[in-house]
């Protein structure tokens, strides 16, 4: 069964330092990769999205892929604490027919 | 741009009782629509998606059933709630199938009782 792993935390994070949130997947022919933010009692919200191996810059924000490692990372830089929430890493499987996986989140707390 | 609105926000219903939850989407044209559900402290579970009016797929079988009666409308019905229907219910839309960028609604909080 095609899985999509994240440590459930809670990640506590210094403000101002890096958050680093991480995310393996078992379907190796994945093509597309995303990053949700999902405050409490909300819904999510798509923060990042990555397609070829390497870094993705966007703001404050990094994503990395490895596909041969089968796996996908979200970088905070210069956490603040409006970034705690529950980040989701998403998976788009090789077989379009199949939708795509969410992992279970990652809860991040940053420390004031 | 492009917009959903899903509504109620929260709902509390007895077992046993029907349910009705509406989704519409604004600024596109033939999105692709899904039903989710986030029960506490699990991931989201995938219950039904359509890919164009009338056309609806079921993921997990259950007392749940969806409808798309017109292009940016997405109903999701039961006849008879179970308590394990309580959850937290999100509509969402993607441009297309291989694209599955998902832009989610705001999500209905159900209780049932």
């Known amino acids: 069964q095609k899985e999509v792993e994240q440590n459930s935390g809670p990640l506590s994070v210094p403000e101002g330092a890096i958050a680093s949130l991480n995310c393996t997947y078992s379907d190796r022919g994945s093509q597309s990769f995303f990053w949700y933010r999902q405050y409490s009692g909300k819904s999510p919200e798509l923060i990042m999205f990555i397609y070829s191996n390497g870094d993705k810059e966007d703001g404050r924000f990094t994503a990395q892929l490895n596909k041969a490692s089968q796996y996908v990372s979200l970088l905070i830089r210069d956490s603040q604490p409006s970034d705690s929430a529950t980040y989701l890493c998403a998976v788009n499987p090789l077989n379009r027919d199949d939708k795509i996986i969410f992992g279970k989140g990652t809860r991040l707390h940053i420390l004031p | 741009s492009q917009t959903i609105h899903q509504w109620p926000a929260t709902l509390v219903q007895p077992v046993g009782s029907p349910l009705s939850l509406e989704c519409t989407v604004e600024g596109t044209s033939n999105p692709n629509l899904y039903w989710y559900r986030q029960a506490a402290g699990r991931g989201l579970q995938l219950l039904f998606y359509?890919?164009?009016?009338?056309?609806i797929s079921s993921e997990v079988p259950q007392n749940l059933s969806a409808s798309r009666p017109q292009d940016r409308q997405f109903i999701l019905s039961s006849k008879k709630l179970l308590l394990s229907d309580s959850g937290f219910y999100l509509c969402a839309w993607s441009i297309t199938k291989a694209n599955e960028k998902l832009f989610f609604g705001s999500g209905t909080q159900l209780s049932v009782l």
């Open positions: 359509s890919v164009g009016i009338g056309q």
